[in-house]
């Protein structure tokens, strides 16, 4: 039995689908990250309650200003919510990696990591104070 070609129209659908899974796993991931509840998100947002819930089952999506909004919240971009691509401009992509790393880790070891960047950034200036 041959299958029926999509129609635009349903590869369309099945691409909002699949940008708004995406975005949903990176808004729990991202509550997680900040210790945060649905309910704290949604009064942040100054939405219901069920708001965060709906998401989670599919009865709705966040709008464009709810994204703009928790891009704010979470202090990261919009691109990030919905397309999972740090946006970070004049970084090269080892040093956006970076950035984006640090935002999976606890204080506690972005301490850590910034106090073994800076020993590095003191070596690596008196090394090349060294060779002048």
């Not at 129209?9 to 899974?21: A, V």
């Not at 966040?62 to 909004?69: G, L, R, S």
């Not at 999972?84 to 506690?108: M, N």
């Amino acid at each position: 039995m041959i299958k029926d070609k999509p129609t635009k129209k349903q590869k369309d659908k099945e691409q909002k689908s699949l940008i708004y899974e995406g975005m949903l796993s990176r808004i729990l991931e991202l509550l997680s990250q900040n210790k945060m509840t649905g309910k704290a998100l949604s009064e942040n947002l100054g939405l219901v309650q069920s708001a965060v819930t709906d998401w989670k089952a599919g009865r709705s999506h966040p709008t464009t200003m709810q994204v703009a909004k928790m891009s704010i919240v979470f202090n990261v971009t919009t691109d990030y919510l919905i397309f999972g691509k740090p946006v970070v401009v004049g970084l090269s992509r080892f040093e956006a990696d970076l950035v984006e790393y640090s935002r999976k880790i606890g204080t506690a070891y972005k301490s850590a990591l910034l106090n073994v960047a800076a020993v590095f950034a003191c070596q690596e200036a008196a090394r090349e104070e060294n060779e002048k």
